[in-house]
């Protein structure tokens, strides 16, 4: 098991430092894919003023803008 790696792990040690920033890359594109797509969509609130101060429902308040 030594050798399992090559010159003292340092073989090992880099496919872990490149496998741990693919993973970095791919959720990170992932998360900026997201943030794109939400930035366009925007939401309406019906009712403004007859919302109370302590509301356990407050998605029954507002609407997605483009239906």
């Known amino acids: 098991m ?10 090992g ?3 872990a430092v490149v496998a741990l920033l693919a993973v970095v ?21 019906e009712s403004q003023s007859s919302i109370e101060q302590n509301v356990k429902d407050a998605s029954a308040y507002y609407k997605n803008a483009k239906e």
């Open 2 to 11: 030594d050798k399992l790696f090559g010159i003292n792990g340092l073989a």
């Open 13 to 15: 040690f880099l496919i």
């Open 25 to 45: 890359g791919i959720l990170g594109t992932c998360a900026i894919k997201t943030q794109q797509a939400q930035a366009t969509n925007f939401y309406k609130i």
